[in-house]
């Protein structure tokens, strides 16, 4: 009883460490309890991994920053962001009810109000955790948004 008590705070304990970033993951990984899987590894012009699209560590989904990369406002831009982070959510397995975390890019902070009208509703009536903040020279590929977002399964 007490050693499956340990083990099951261990695993609890290893899947909120990979939350926050600690290293006690990879002990759990190489008990077989927990296997990360990756999914739309971009890589560079050498075929080297630059990063994944969606990682999925238990019952946790990690989905990398989307951006809109077309001529238009923030509304259109945040809509397109969220819109595709839904479908990255959907392939993984969970939905957008079941974000946890959101962190948003701005390009200006200017942008800020007209990103929250956009966002507004999404998530449901129990919104995800949420820090935003404008990036120092703009967000990569001249998005006016960048949102990333870990979800549960």
Excluded: W
Aim: aromatic share 8%.
């Amino acid at each position: 009883m007490k050693e499956q008590r340990r083990s099951t705070l261990k695993k609890l304990f290893a899947s909120l460490a990979g939350v926050v970033g600690l290293g006690v993951a990879t002990n759990v990984k190489a008990e077989g309890t927990l296997q990360k899987e990756v999914f739309n590894v971009v890589k560079d012009d050498q075929d080297v991994p630059l990063f994944s699209g969606s990682t999925k560590l238990g019952n946790l989904v990690f989905i990398a920053g989307k951006g809109a990369h077309f001529e238009g406002d923030i509304s259109s831009h945040t809509k397109h962001v969220l819109d595709e982070l839904e479908k990255e959510l959907i392939k993984a397995g969970s939905s957008m009810d079941k974000v946890l975390k959101c962190s948003v890019f701005l390009h200006d902070l200017n942008d800020y109000k007209g990103m929250n009208e956009a966002y507004k509703g999404r998530f449901g009536s129990k919104p995800p955790v949420r820090t935003t903040v404008a990036v120092y020279g703009g967000v990569p590929g001249d998005s006016l948004v960048e949102i990333d977002c870990i979800a549960y399964i």
